[in-house]
């Protein structure tokens, strides 16, 4: 797809391939079937599995799920099915509360947490099955995240909030931690066909399971192909709330004939959610258990056309006749990205256990800018991690491990601005300068769980991590959770995370100035309340009350990402749940507010001012830029006979006033008239789906989605964040359709 060399992709595969032939027969991993064995935790109730220990995606030791130290949303494999999503983005906005997702016009669309939120995705972490997924080299999380194939999935965790002490750098704001299905969770073979109108789309997924004969293990496969067309500029019009001028200047090719505010831009070639230069998005993954083994191989391919700020680049930041005025023309962002892992997991005695892994990344990415390469790489990781774990006593449980990643990283030689000596202000590529590179990071790690009293455990956990071209980072953390009766439970957890910079910008500053980097940091202090109404109800609140970001982004004086300034925010989130055997309704409210905002130097008010996060450092308001301080999220679901199924969700960002600052900010600095409101009210997605099951093997649904938007467009409209953007695109109410068959 991306080079002519396709020798890696090729051997990943034959190894698949080869996994597949072999796999029934290989006996190397099996071991004696203990016929004592106790129940499989796939077969237990509800009540038993919460009463069962577990190593959850937020803790080191095991734990029961009511105890587990965090807040974390668990979205499962019937709930993805219900509500229909096209995409990850979609599916964690609609169920995770205070989540945000926006649209970029420089770089992959943004996921962020808690008013964290960055112009790429390096402040959380995307795992597959406990395994980091995250490019280093330039974005972060990356793949996974456009696609449409999700039906290999058999739940995800998220863990909103800091997790640097379990997952290392970078886990800031949150955790998504998918997990996969496998032999012991699918059994069997089905196929599922989607498409859909509109919004166009088309996808193709197969599912095989299969226990080996002594019960032992098994495998599961599962392949997943799509084609999204999106939705064109008719049903996804992008709208701009600036006027533009009637005669042209520069490079002469955009709406120069006086293109009003809030008129839709009918001549983009661009779609809404297109793939990216009609690549064709997959998904491959093969897993093997046996024994204490665990053996899976993971592929997977996609990307996305970007639409170009061409509007407002034209006005900014040369007024409206400068070069930047250039024609829309093709961007976007493709990636490929295979994984192999390897994991064993022994019971050493009946107090400890050992839990080792080894896996590879290859991730190959391309991001061009108006037909122009600018980045261009290829990067290999190699992880080896060992994980002890002890019960001291009946009351004291101890975790500790080692991690060591050697990566190695590298261009092709050409875009900006790594790719030569300096950026020369009209994105011609530049050849030379980075070489190929490689670094090492080794962490250590430990946590301790103690039961103080029956109500009362605590949690005292840390990451040490020591990486080539960074100060060594440290990220502790310490909780208590206290549950005096069957209903009520009480949380007050603090914790630093940390991140690493970009490996290319670690690698530029060492080459340019021949030392380490410093990391960014998140102090954070949560007190989160649970209770079980009742059989039916469940309730929760978790308020932030302190969240100092050291924070990490563009800066123009540096010509790169650095320390920018310190963000202070508060925060509160709000969650019911109410279910039956025949409905279910879940609610959650968050509210995020900035407290302040202070740049990492007062003299970047004039001679950097674009530091993006707020408006608040020059004087213009009290708010975070890319972030609705409020956000509503419903989902719903209601069994009307034991074929019929009704699905819904709703989600309301009520406003975005820390936008609407820089924007009046920008306009001043650059003396313009802010013209429009439109951008900055809120933002309504509501979706609805019908599924019908005439027989235990063979689903029908149709879902449809964004359909406040048959009453007016701007009702789905989903913000540009950057240079206080001034601008929209909406999201087309649209219709899908799928059939699962299971043989």
């Known amino acids: 797809m991306f080079r002519e060399k396709d020798s890696l992709i090729q051997k990943f595969i034959f190894v698949l391939i080869l996994l597949l032939m072999f796999a029934p027969n290989v006996q190397l991993l099996a071991q004696q079937q203990d016929a004592n064995k106790p129940k499989d935790v796939f077969e237990m109730s509800l009540e038993e599995l919460m009463k069962v220990e577990i190593v959850s995606s937020a803790t080191l030791t095991k734990t029961t799920q009511r105890l587990v130290p965090a807040a974390v949303t668990t979205i499962t494999a019937e709930q993805i099915q219900a509500s229909g999503a096209r995409s990850l983005f979609e599916l964690l906005d609609i169920y995770v509360p205070n989540l945000q997702w926006w649209h970029n016009h420089w770089e992959a669309d943004n996921m962020g947490l808690r008013g964290i939120l960055s112009d790429r995705d390096d402040k959380y972490l995307l795992l597959v099955n406990g395994r980091v997924m995250n490019e280093r080299t330039h974005y972060g999380a990356l793949s996974e995240r456009d696609l449409v194939e999700l039906k290999d999935i058999h739940h995800i965790d998220v863990v909103r909030g800091p997790g640097s002490a379990m997952y290392g750098p970078g886990a800031v704001a949150m955790v998504i931690n998918i997990i996969t299905h496998n032999a012991n969770t699918f059994e069997g073979t089905d196929i599922t066909s989607r498409l859909g109108a509109i919004e166009e789309f088309y996808s193709w997924e197969v599912r095989h399971g299969q226990k080996f004969k002594d019960g032992d293990g098994g495998i599961f496969v599962y392949s ?368 995020t507010k900035l407290i302040d905002f202070q740049l990492a130097d007062p003299r970047m008010v004039t001679t950097d001012p674009l530091v993006q996060a707020s408006a608040m450092p020059y004087g213009y308001g009290h708010d975070l830029q890319r972030w609705a301080n409020h956000i509503t999220k419903v989902q719903g679901q209601y069994k009307l006979d034991e074929k019929w199924t009704l699905d819904g969700s709703l989600r309301i960002y009520w406003g975005f006033p820390g936008l609407r600052d820089y924007a009046n900010y920008d306009a001043d600095r650059l003396g313009y008239t802010l013209e429009s409101k439109d951008p900055y009210r809120g933002s309504y997605y509501l979706n609805l789906g019908l599924q019908y099951q005439p027989k235990k093997n063979l689903t029908f649904r149709i879902d449809g989605y964004n359909l406040l938007g048959i009453f007016s467009k701007d009702f789905n409209k989903r913000n540009y964040g950057g240079e206080g953007s001034a601008d929209f695109r909406d999201s087309a109410p649209a219709v899908g359709v799928s059939m699962t068959y299971k043989f």
């Not at 991690?385 to 050697?406: C, N, P, W, Y």
């Not at 109500?455 to 909780?479: C, E, V, W």
């Not at 978790?542 to 970001?549: P, V």
């Open 224 to 591: 997943g192909v799509s084609r999204y067309r999106g939705a064109n500029a008719e049903n996804a019009p992008q709208i701009y709330g600036v006027d533009f001028p009637a005669t042209p200047g520069g490079d002469a090719a955009m709406p120069w004939d006086g293109h009003k505010k809030g008129k839709p831009l009918t001549s983009l070639s661009i779609n809404d959610g297109e793939d990216f230069r009609n690549v064709t998005p997959m998904k491959l993954h093969v897993e093997i258990t046996r024994g204490n083994w665990d053996i899976w191989g993971r592929y997977t391919q996609g990307g996305k056309q970007i639409f170009w700020p061409t509007g407002l680049v034209a006005r900014w930041p040369y007024g409206w006749t400068g070069s930047w005025a250039l024609p829309l023309r093709d961007s976007g962002y493709g990636y490929r990205q295979a994984t192999g892992f390897i994991g064993y997991k022994k019971d050493l005695d009946e107090k400890t256990d050992l839990d080792m892994s080894f896996s590879y990344d290859m991730f190959d990415f391309r991001r061009i800018i108006h037909t122009w390469l600018q980045e261009a790489y290829l990067e290999q990781k190699y992880i080896s991690k060992a994980m002890i774990r002890r019960d001291i006593t009946s009351r004291q449980k101890i975790a500790f491990g080692v991690e060591i990643l050697h990566g190695e990283y590298g261009y092709d030689n050409l875009g900006w601005p790594y790719g030569g000596d300096a950026y020369d202000g009209a994105f011609n590529n530049v050849v030379g300068g980075m070489p190929r590179w490689s670094t090492n990071m080794i962490s250590f790690m430990g946590e301790h769980q103690w039961a103080i009293t029956d109500q009362l455990t605590s949690f005292i956990g840390a990451r040490y991590d020591s990486h080539t071209f960074t100060n060594k980072m440290f990220s502790p953390r310490a909780s208590l959770v206290y549950a005096p009766n069957k209903q009520d439970t009480y949380k007050v957890m603090w914790a630093r995370s940390v991140r690493a910079n970009y490996e290319e910008q670690l690698k530029d500053t060492s080459m340019r100035t021949g030392q380490d980097s410093a990391p960014e940091k998140l102090d954070s202090l949560e007190v989160r309340y649970e209770r079980k109404q009742n059989e039916n109800l469940d309730l929760a609140a978790s308020w932030f009350l302190h969240y100092q970001l050291q924070l990490i982004g563009w800066s123009n004086a540096a010509n790169g990402e650095a320390v920018v300034g310190n963000q202070k925010e508060w925060g509160l989130e709000l969650e019911a749940m109410y279910h039956t055997d025949r409905a279910r309704l879940g609610i959650s409210h968050g509210y």
